[in-house]
C-alpha cells in the first residue's frame, strides 16, 4: 500500500508480466509503456453484466495471460468492476489498484471486494480478489469535484466514530487519509471475509442503503451513509447509552463536510420496508452496527422497530 503525492511513479516497478490498464475515460492516461489501455465510463451502469462482458472481451481482446496484471484506474465503480474482472479472468490474474476518487482511495479500493450489482440488489454479484497493491496518489483529487470529496468524506468521519476518534483534531489530510487507510487495512487483514469484526465497517450502511436505493441511486453512496449513520448513532443513544456529546460530535464533523446535503422526499415505512433486504440482515430482520461511545463500535444489534422508526423520522425530516 503506497500513499501520497506522487505514489503513482511506484507503479511501473510493481507491474510483471503484460499489463491492461482498465481505466475511467474521462482521466488521462497513465504514462506506462507497453500496457495496453482499456477506457470504460465511470458509474454503477459499468457494474453491470454488460459492463462486466465488456471488461472481460478486452482482456481476451488484448490476450492477457494467466501471469498478466489488471490496473484497476479510476473509482470504486472502475475498481469493483474490473477487480471482479480480474478476478474471474483464468481463474484469476494479478490486481493493482489505483484509486482516483477519495471514496476509493480510503474504502473501496482496500479491502479485496470486487463485483457488480444484480437487477435488484447493489454489489450482490462479486468475489473476493485481494490487490497486490493499492497506489492512493493525492494529486488525482486535484481534479476531483467538490461533492465527489464530500462524498468520500462521509467514510473518513465513519472511520473516526468507530475506529480512530482521535482523527476527528488531525487537520493534515494525507494524515487524515493515510489513518482511514491504516484502520480499514487493519480490521480487513483480522476479518478478510466479513465473518465478524469486519462488519463494523458497516456503520451507517443499514439505513444508508436502504436510502440510497430508494433514490433510485441518485443519492451519492457518501451522502446516503452520512444520512444513514446520523440515524445509527440516535439509535446508538437510546439502545446503548451512547453519549450525546458523541452524537453531536458526529453531526459536526459529517456537517463540516456538507455531509448529507438534502435528502429524497421519502416516507418512514418505506426506508423500514428497505432495511430487511439489506445484505447484513439475518432471517429478513435488520442487524445494526451501534456504536456504545466514540471508537466502540458493536455489530449484531437487533433493534425494536419504534425506536428505528423514531431514528428514520428524525433524519429524514432534517432535524
Ligand atoms: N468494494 C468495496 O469495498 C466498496 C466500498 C465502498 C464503495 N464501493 C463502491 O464504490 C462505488 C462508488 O465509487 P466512487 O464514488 O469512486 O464512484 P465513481 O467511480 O463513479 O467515481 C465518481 C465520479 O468521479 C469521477 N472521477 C474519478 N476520479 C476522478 C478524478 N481524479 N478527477 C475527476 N473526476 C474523477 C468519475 O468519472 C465519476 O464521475 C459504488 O459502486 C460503491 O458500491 C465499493
Redesign the pocket.
Known amino acids: 500500500m503506497l500513499i501520497g503525492a506522487g505514489a503513482i511513479a511506484e507503479l511501473a516497478g510493481l507491474v510483471e508480466g503484460q499489463v491492461v490498464i482498465v481505466q ?4 488521462p492516461p497513465l504514462a506506462l509503456p507497453g500496457a495496453a489501455v482499456v477506457k470504460v ?4 451502469d ?2 453491470s453484466w454488460d459492463g462486466l462482458r465488456q471488461i472481460v472481451d478486452s482482456l481476451e481482446a488484448h490476450r492477457l495471460g494467466r501471469d498478466g496484471t489488471v490496473v484497476a484506474l ?7 468492476a474490473a ?1 471482479f474482472a480480474a478476478s474471474i479472468w483464468q481463474r484469476g490474474v494479478a490486481l493493482i489498484n489505483v ?6 482511495m480510503v ?9 457488480i ?1 444484480s437487477s435488484r440488489a ?2 450482490a454479484i ?1 468475489s473476493f480478489w485481494q490487490p497486490r497493491a493499492v497506489l492512493c496518489d493525492l494529486d ?6 467538490e461533492a ?1 470529496k464530500q ?2 468524506y462521509a ?1 473518513i468521519v465513519k472511520y473516526t466514530m468507530t475506529l480512530d476518534p482521535g482523527m476527528a483534531d488531525v487537520g493534515d489530510f494525507a494524515e487524515v487519509v493515510e489513518r482511514s487507510v491504516r484502520a480499514k487495512a487493519e480490521i480487513v487483514a483480522a476479518d478478510e471475509r466479513e465473518s465478524g469484526l469486519r462488519e463494523v465497517l458497516n456503520y451507517g450502511h443499514t439505513a444508508g442503503h436502504a436510502i440510497e436505493a430508494l433514490s433510485g441511486y441518485t443519492l ?3 451522502r446516503a451513509v452520512a444520512a444513514g449513520m446520523r440515524v445509527a448513532a440516535r439509535i446508538s443513544q437510546r439502545v446503548l447509552g451512547c453519549p450525546a456529546a458523541v452524537v453531536e460530535q458526529q453531526d459536526r464533523l459529517l456537517a463540516a463536510h456538507g455531509l448529507p446535503g438534502p435528502l429524497p422526499d421519502l416516507a418512514v415505512n418505506r426506508v423500514l420496508d428497505a432495511l430487511p433486504g439489506d445484505k447484513k440482515a439475518r432471517a429478513g430482520r435488520p442487524r445494526w452496527v451501534l456504536l456504545r461511545d466514540a471508537g466502540r463500535p458493536e455489530p449484531g444489534h437487533e433493534v425494536p422497530e419504534e425506536i428505528v422508526r423514531e431514528a428514520v423520522a428524525e433524519i429524514l425530516s432534517g432535524s
Open positions: 475511467d475515460l474521462a482521466l465510463a465511470a458509474g454503477e459499468i457494474k479510476g473509482g470504486g465503480t472502475i475498481g469493483d477487480g484509486p482516483t476518487t477519495l471514496l476509493a474504502d473501496s479500493a482496500i479491502g479485496g471486494k470486487t463485483g450489482n447493489k454489489n462479486g488525482w483529487l486535484d481534479t476531483l469535484p465527489e462524498s468520500g467514510e451519492a453512496h457518501g
